[in-house]
């Protein structure tokens, strides 16, 4: 087969600031990494028997697989010099609908992870938490958007999942230190008194600096995306937009 | 772009791993997670790294590029093994190990199989549904991704991109992201077409698989003693 | 001779607002018949293609194809069509060239050993055995239309779509398809209907042509009828091939030739008319 240009290479991979980060394998316990296979299973089966039902499969198949394509491509394409990717998820989320979005999350998570990108193992947690984005993102815009304009919707409610995803994902790093021994509530709630204790607190202030930074990035450059989207094709997002104040 | 790079990697490839048969490879990749995951000793893990990052270099895996795969794993393995586990130095080093061996052990099955091989061999343990939606995702991300390379090229040629004006580059991002769209809505319309004009109905053929050579056998004997001696010692 | 396609006066709307119109001539198509449609961008030539394959369906106005209406009965209906898109390497779907070009076989529930035997058969027509494991996308683009027309073909249809097939290969690829199209029409008796504004192939491979503007079917006729008829050319926008447009630079100055497409008929009258013949030697 001739030499051929690696498709991307030069301009696709930099530096690796994203919004939230993945569980990579081997480090959580394993019956956190077996909750999170089996309730991912459970979305997966429930997503697919809606679409199933909604009808349509072949287009909803081909929308997955491109959306899917999409977000794994814009996870590699670097926001100017200072690097930072994005992943779509809430874009996605808002326009093809949460059920669908979740598998395109599942799948996009599979394939990474099959490069090393996340864990293959805990490939269920991290669909979990990017997941939960694609609902909470179905549950909050119109909550924001009976307050604000369109874009500023779109601004906060990306903003505000990203916290909280981060925020779900820091709740599983919490679970994973706790013992399976029966413990009274009590002592959960000392354990994570502790647990936090434990942590520097200039680590803490990195983590939520980061995240705080990288959620209005992705939220300003997602309400840029949508407003792009709106002058050129408004078909398009006539959902986000048609939404009542 | 990591994905198609290693993907090129293991369809050009024509070492003996490369020739190894494709559920051989997935088979012997599962256990060597599975045995990583379970591993508590550093005698075990450190060989393994040692052995895949020789093959992956072999491969065609810069030593750099080796390390840059394995910042990510290795610092999040540290910071919680430590800060947060408050794991003590030995079994610290266990947890870090194993996560960059399963990084490796993952990389030496993409480097030397392809994702549709992959996809394949998966099609027999997995949903056809979900098998599909995989190959229809991998021949997606191919032809988006050649687009948008093109695209990317056409608005930097024009002067766009990369500048220090933070709101400039969000909005360039923006509108970068926003034709990567359209680009996948438009490309999911004439995959829509195609899938149908082609009588789609649900399951992807995939490559037949074969039975075991000696070289898939070997493979597999090396990866189950590894995964044996994980869970036993 | 059996009408397999008949489209009358129809119009279809975008989602975008976007209304296309295709009126005129009335459009058929008879079975075994080979017709180039020709017409610049914009002139509705993929809109009439996607309303036959029964991708779209028309606001207004009636589509038949095979006496039936292909947006309603398509399921009757896809396994005697085959479809060349404009990209071909989007409706490479397959994971690998034998995968791809079994996968409309599959679809259509022909047991394994047909289908090996007829992937394997289709293969060696158009000349890509050697291609048969090969992901699609790492292929060339000449490699990747033939496989998409192996896919197309697999099937053996009785009509053959393909939308600007000569539009993205080079010289020699072009007149290798027109070759293997030529070929496929005699040896399997299929109807052609290709889109082209490059007009080289069109007086070697179609037995037909329609001329389209916007929307508008404004001839048909043999491919000589249609080619040497400059202002109906000039009216739709085509360029005319180079042959023609020496010859009329030539009558411009004088020069006595008619309208002919024939390079070797041009080259006779030419060389009587010069004293002594055409002679390179200086």
């Known amino acids: ?245 | 772009m990591k994905l198609a790079f290693v993907d090129q990697q293991a369809v050009q490839g024509r070492t003996f791993l490369h020739r190894a048969e494709p559920w051989s490879k997935v088979v012997s990749t599962v256990f060597l997670i599975a045995g990583i995951i379970f591993c508590t000793r550093w005698e075990l893990l450190i060989p393994l790294f040692l052995l895949f990052f020789t093959a992956l270099w072999f491969l065609g895996l810069s030593p750099a590029r080796q390390l840059y795969y394995c910042l990510y794993p290795f610092s999040f393995s540290l910071l919680y093994g430590y800060f947060l586990a408050g794991l003590p130095g030995a079994e610290l080093t266990i947890l870090v190990l194993r996560a960059v061996s399963a990084v490796m052990t993952l990389l030496m099955l993409m480097m030397t199989t392809p994702y549709t091989e992959v996809f394949s061999v998966l099609n027999r343990v997995l949903p056809s549904v979900l098998t599909d939606v995989m190959f229809l995702t991998y021949r997606a991300f191919f032809l988006l991704l050649g687009r948008l390379q093109e695209l990317m090229i056409a608005i930097r040629l024009r002067g766009g991109g990369s500048t220090v004006n933070l709101f400039r580059n969000l909005a360039s991002a923006g509108t970068y992201l926003g034709l990567a769209f359209m680009n996948a809505i438009d490309l999911n319309e004439r995959s829509y077409w195609a899938l149908l004009l082609r009588g789609y109905r649900g399951g992807l053929e995939g490559t037949a698989i074969s039975s075991a050579g000696k070289l898939g056998g070997a493979l597999l004997l090396v990866s189950i003693s590894f995964f044996l001696a994980a869970v036993i010692l | 001779m059996k009408k397999i396609v008949e489209i009358g006066c129809i119009s279809h709307r975008y989602p975008d607002s976007t209304e296309v119109c295709i009126c005129g001539l009335e459009f058929f198509m008879y079975e075994k018949e080979v017709v180039g449609l020709l017409g610049g961008n914009g002139s509705g030539k993929t809109t009439l293609l996607s309303h036959i394959t029964g991708l779209l369906s028309p606001t207004e106005g009636q589509v038949r194809v095979f006496n039936l209406d292909p947006r309603k009965e398509f399921k009757k209906i896809w396994k005697h069509i085959g479809v060349l898109l404009q990209s071909a390497e989007e409706q490479l779907i397959g994971p690998t060239v034998r995968d791809d070009i079994a996968f409309s076989l599959k679809n259509a529930g022909w047991p394994r050993e047909y289908m090996k035997r007829r992937v394997d058969e289709v293969m060696q027509d158009l000349q890509i055995t050697h291609l048969a494991e090969k992901i699609p996308h790492y292929l060339s683009g000449g490699e990747r239309q033939k496989v998409a027309l192996a896919g197309a073909l697999a099937l053996r249809p009785r009509l053959l779509i393909l939308d600007e097939p000569f539009s993205r290969v080079d010289q020699k690829s072009k007149k290798e398809l027109a070759e293997l199209l030529r070929a496929v029409n005699v040896r399997h008796e299929t109807a052609i209907l290709f889109t082209v504004h490059d007009l080289s192939h069109l007086p070697s491979l179609a037995h037909t042509v329609y001329v389209m503007k916007q929307g508008e079917l404004l001839a048909r006729g043999c491919p000589q009828e249609i080619l040497l008829n400059l202002p109906l050319l000039k009216e739709a926008g085509l360029e005319p091939p180079s042959i023609l447009e020496l010859v009329e630079l030539l009558r411009e100055r004088g020069v006595d030739l008619p309208y002919t497409l024939d390079p070797e008929e041009l080259a006779s009258r030419l060389s009587a008319m010069l004293p002594g013949g055409i002679n390179c030697k200086r």
């Open chain 1, 1 to 245: 087969m001739p030499a051929r240009i690696v498709p991307g290479g030069a301009f696709f991979e930099r530096g690796q600031i994203m919004s939230h980060l993945h569980f990579p394998d081997g480090v959580l316990p394993l019956w956190l990494v077996g909750i999170g296979l089996i309730f991912t299973a459970m979305v997966i089966i429930a997503a697919s028997r809606k679409l199933k039902h909604e009808g349509d499969l072949v287009r909803k198949t081909s929308t997955l697989a491109v959306m899917s394509a999409l977000m794994i491509i814009a996870m590699s394409i670097p926001v100017g010099f200072i690097h930072y990717h994005i992943n779509l998820t809430v874009l996605v989320g808002l326009l093809a609908g949460p059920w669908l979005a979740f598998l395109a999350v599942f799948v996009v998570n599979l394939f990474l992870s099959l490069i090393g990108h996340g864990g293959i193992t805990v490939v269920g947690l991290n669909s979990m938490v990017m997941g939960s984005e694609v609902f909470m993102a179905a549950l909050f815009f119109p909550v924001f958007r009976r307050l604000f304009r369109p874009g500023g919707a779109v601004f906060t409610t990306t903003l505000v999942v990203l916290l909280l995803s981060n925020l779900f994902m820091a709740f599983i790093v919490f679970l994973s230190t706790l013992s399976l021994d029966t413990m009274e509530v009590a002592a959960y709630v000392e354990s994570g008194q502790q647990l936090i204790a434990g942590i520097p607190g200039w680590f803490i202030g990195s983590i939520l600096a980061l995240v705080l930074i990288g959620g209005t990035l992705e939220a300003a450059i997602i309400t840029f995306i949508l407003s792009y989207l709106r002058r050129v094709r408004p078909e398009l997002v006539k959902n986000v937009y048609a939404s009542r104040r």
